[in-house]
C-alpha cells in the first residue's frame, strides 16, 4: 500500500457516517495494542476556535522542548495535515505503513468504524510509534461521543467558543452543547473553558463539581489590545505584557487568552514551561486559512470561516483591517448550507462577489450563487472555473484592493493552487 493507496482506502464509501457511539474505536484500538494508552494529551472541545487553539498549544509546547504530536480535523490542503508531530505532517511511507497495519483489524470487526473513528485510531498509532511526549488532540464534533474521547484522563481537558452548529447531533440550545462537549471532563482531571454565558459557564461549574475536576476561566478581563497589523497583534494578558500574536482578529486574542490558562494548568501538573517558551510559542504559530494572507500584490486573503460565528469574526476582520479598501469576495459554497444568511453580514463591507463552484459532489453551481447575491442586491458575477475566477477577482481587485477568499473550507486548496499556478 502507498499513501495514495492509504486515502483512497480511508476516503472509502464503506467507512462513511457520523454514528454516536465509543465502541468501534475502543475495539479498534485494542485489536492494534492500545497505542492510546501510551500517550498523554490536552483534549480540545469547542464549536469555533479549536484548530487555532490547539496549534498555538502544540507551538508552546514543542518550544519547551517537548516532541508534540498535532491531530486536527478537517484538513485545509492534504489529508497529512491532521497528523503532525513538531510540525511536520506525517510522511507518505508512515501513513502508508500504519493504514496497511491498522486495514485487517478494521475489516475483521463485526460493524465497521467510521471513517474519523478509523483516522483517530491510525493517529493514535502514529503518536505512539513515534514516541510523543504529548499530544494536542483536537475533537471531531460534540464531546462526549466523539471517537477521541477514549482516551484516560488527560493533563488538561479545553472547551473553546461555543455556537449552535451540528444541533441534530449535539443538541438545540447552547447548554445543552455545552453539556455534550464537556463529556471530555474526566473523573479527578484538569479543565479550561472560554468564557461564555453565565448558563453556560453553570453548566461547566456543575460537571466539574461532580467530576471532581478543577476549572480554569480563560482571562478575558485582562486582554488588552496593544497594536494590530496585517502581521499580526501586540497584546497584554494579565500579567503577560507584550504579547506578539500573527494569527489576526479579536477572537484571536480570546483563543489565546484560553491557551495561556491551558500553559498554566500544564505548569501547574509539572510541565517544564517557561514564559519565553509561551512567548515564543505564540509568536512562531502558523495556522493556515484563517485570514490567511496568501500574497500582498494584490493582497490576497484565505478565510476557512463558514458557520454564523466564523462570518462574524471575518466581519470584524474587514472593518478591522481591510477599512477603506476596495474588496472583491471570491466565494463558492455547498448546497446545502445556509448562504442566504452567511453572505448578508458583509454584503455592505464588500465590492464585488466572483462566484466559483466548489470541487465537492455537494456543490452549488456558482452561477445560481450569482444569482441569489444579485437578487439580494450585490454586485456579483459567475466563472466558470476556480483559476478563472482567481485571475478575475484579482483584476477587478487591482494593486490596491484586496481579494477575500471565504465560504467553503472545500475550495481553499483548488483556490491555492490556481494562485500559485499564476
Request: hydrophobic letters at 40%; a negative charge.
Amino acid at each position: 500500500m502507498n499513501a495514495t493507496e492509504a486515502i483512497e482506502y480511508i476516503h472509502s464509501v464503506c467507512w462513511k457516517g457520523s454514528i454516536p457511539g465509543l465502541g468501534r474505536t475502543r475495539e479498534l484500538l485494542r485489536r492494534i495494542g492500545n497505542p492510546e494508552k501510551k500517550l498523554k494529551f490536552v483534549h480540545i472541545a469547542g464549536t469555533n476556535g479549536k484548530g487555532s487553539t490547539a496549534a498555538m498549544t502544540a507551538s508552546i509546547l514543542r518550544k519547551a522542548g517537548y516532541r508534540t504530536g498535532l491531530y486536527t480535523s478537517p484538513y485545509i490542503y492534504r489529508f497529512h495535515e491532521r497528523m503532525q508531530i513538531d510540525g511536520e505532517q506525517i510522511s507518505d511511507a508512515d501513513l502508508a505503513e500504519i493504514t496497511e497495519f491498522v486495514k485487517p483489524h478494521a475489516q475483521a470487526m463485526a460493524e465497521s468504524p467510521t471513517e474519523f473513528e478509523l483516522v483517530s485510531c491510525i493517529a493514535f498509532e502514529y503518536f505512539a510509534r513515534k514516541h510523543c511526549d504529548i499530544v494536542v488532540l483536537e475533537v471531531g464534533m460534540g464531546g462526549a461521543m466523539d471517537s477521541t474521547n477514549v482516551i484516560d484522563v488527560p493533563e488538561v481537558a479545553v472547551i473553546t467558543n461555543i455556537g449552535l452548529d451540528h444541533t441534530e447531533y449535539l443538541g438545540d440550545t447552547v447548554e445543552k452543547i455545552a453539556e455534550t462537549k464537556a463529556g471530555i471532563f474526566k473523573e479527578g482531571g484538569s479543565a479550561v473553558v472560554y468564557r461564555g454565558t453565565a448558563s453556560v459557564e453553570a453548566v461547566y461549574e456543575t460537571i466539574c463539581r461532580e467530576r471532581n475536576v478543577s476549572l480554569r476561566k480563560a482571562d478575558f478581563a485582562g486582554l488588552r489590545l496593544k497594536s494590530r497589523s496585517l502581521e499580526g497583534q501586540v497584546f497584554d494578558c494579565g500579567q503577560r505584557k507584550d504579547l506578539f500574536l500573527p494569527l489576526l482578529g479579536d477572537h484571536q486574542l480570546h483563543n489565546a487568552a484560553v491557551v495561556l490558562s491551558v500553559a498554566d494548568a500544564l505548569i501547574e501538573k509539572g510541565w517544564n514551561i517557561t514564559e519565553e517558551n509561551i512567548r515564543q510559542g505564540l509568536r512562531d504559530v502558523s495556522w493556515p486559512g484563517r485570514f490567511d494572507i496568501m500574497r500582498h500584490d494584490p493582497l490576497f486573503i484565505i478565510d476557512g470561516g463558514h458557520n454564523p460565528q466564523c462570518i462574524d469574526a471575518l466581519t470584524k476582520n474587514i472593518q478591522d483591517y481591510l477599512s477603506g479598501r476596495r474588496v472583491i469576495v471570491l466565494t463558492g459554497v455547498l448546497a446545502d448550507k445556509d448562504y442566504g444568511q452567511m453572505f448578508q453580514p458583509v454584503m455592505k463591507l464588500v465590492d464585488r462577489f466572483v462566484c466559483i463552484t466548489p470541487p465537492n459532489p455537494r456543490k452549488l453551481d456558482a452561477a445560481e450563487l450569482a444569482r441569489h447575491l444579485q437578487a439580494a442586491g450585490a454586485q456579483a458575477e459567475a466563472c466558470d472555473c476556480v483559476e478563472t475566477g482567481v485571475r478575475r477577482a484579482m483584476e477587478l481587485a487591482g494593486r490596491d484592493g484586496v481579494v477575500l477568499c471565504f465560504g467553503s473550507l472545500y475550495s481553499i486548496g483548488s483556490i491555492r493552487d490556481a494562485l500559485d499556478s499564476l
